[in-house]
């Protein structure tokens, strides 16, 4: 047969155990890995299938979808939200409870205590705490708003640059082309006694301004496609 003190310890087991069911669980959630820059489009998020040639507004889109400090803002979004679910968990209450044994007295039951105890500060805290959440909530949804529209405006305007760059490299590359083939006629009637080196320097000179002008572009044109790699997600040599 149990005596009362069996009773009352088994009782203080229980609601323990009640109480800590209904307190909050700590599980690690696993680490995102694959935060590397992507080597090809194909590689990159994107909802629709992409086109054979990607328009300024598909450039746009893979950016919005993929660029490494939005999504990272992104999930500046999901702490704020969990911060706003933790604001409005009440605290969890703490349960105390102490057993001794007779040692002499006219007792016959061995003592038992427990007592309840709840932090009403926190309590009366939590519609304040709620609504500093919400704000925060609300400024961490305006950043990320704000910062998309950066990225897509950024987005559009070096796809702009990039093909534009292009079209005046093939256009720099057409008359370097038709100015080298000059100079090159120009030397070989040099070579033959046909004409002087005074009628070939001006094409010499053309042709080595415009050599260099095209390497210029070049190499502008080379970092525009690694700026724009890299606000879509791409590796800087991915094409």
């Given at each position: 047969?149990?005596?009362p003190?069996?009773?009352?310890?088994?009782?203080?087991?229980?609601i323990?155990?009640?109480m800590?069911?209904?307190?909050?669980?700590?599980?690690?959630?696993p680490?995102?890995?694959?935060a590397?820059?992507k080597?090809g489009?194909?590689?990159l998020?994107h909802r629709?299938?992409?086109?054979?040639?990607l328009?300024?507004?598909?450039v746009?889109?893979?950016a919005?979808?993929n660029?490494?400090?939005l999504?990272?803002?992104?999930d500046?979004?999901?702490?704020?939200?969990?911060?706003?679910?933790?604001?409005?968990?009440?605290?969890?209450?703490?349960?105390?409870?102490?057993?001794?044994?007779?040692?002499?007295?006219?007792?016959?039951?061995?003592?038992?205590?427990?007592?309840?105890?709840?932090?009403m500060?926190?309590?009366?805290?939590?519609?304040?705490?709620?609504?500093?959440?919400?704000?925060?909530?609300?400024?961490?949804d305006?950043?990320?708003?704000?910062?998309?529209?950066?990225?897509?405006?950024?987005?559009?305007?070096?796809?702009?640059?990039v093909v534009?760059?292009?079209?005046?490299?093939?256009?720099?590359?057409?008359?370097?082309?038709?100015?080298?083939?000059r100079?090159d006629?120009?030397?070989?009637a040099?070579?033959?006694?046909?004409?002087?080196?005074?009628?070939?320097?001006?094409?010499?000179?053309a042709?080595?301004?415009l050599?260099?002008?095209?390497?210029?572009?070049?190499?502008?044109?080379?970092?525009?496609?690694?700026?724009?790699?890299?606000?879509?997600?791409?590796?800087?040599?991915?094409s």
């Open positions: 047969m149990r005596t003190a069996h009773l009352v310890t088994a009782s203080i087991s229980s323990v155990a009640i800590a069911g209904g307190c909050a669980i700590y599980s690690p959630l680490l995102a890995v694959d590397q820059p080597p489009l194909e590689a998020v629709d299938p992409l086109p054979a040639q328009g300024i507004d598909d746009a889109l893979l919005l979808q660029n490494p400090d999504l990272a803002a992104r500046q979004h999901g702490i704020a939200t969990a911060q706003l679910r933790e604001a409005g968990i009440l605290p969890n209450p703490a349960v105390t409870g102490t057993f001794s044994r007779l040692i002499s007295g006219p007792g016959t039951t061995n003592p038992v205590t427990a007592a309840l105890s709840q932090d500060r926190a309590i009366l805290l939590l519609p304040t705490r709620r609504a500093a959440a919400q704000q925060a909530q609300r400024a961490t305006a950043s990320v708003l704000w910062e998309e529209w950066q990225i897509i405006a950024k987005a559009r305007m070096l796809a702009i640059d534009s760059g292009e079209q005046q490299v093939k256009a720099l590359s057409a008359v370097a082309h038709q100015v080298g083939e100079a006629s120009g030397r070989g040099l070579a033959t006694g046909d004409a002087s080196i005074g009628t070939l320097l001006p094409d010499l000179s042709e080595a301004d050599r260099r002008q095209l390497d210029d572009l070049t190499r502008q044109q080379a970092l525009r496609r690694a700026d724009l790699n890299k606000l879509i997600g791409l590796a800087p040599a991915a």
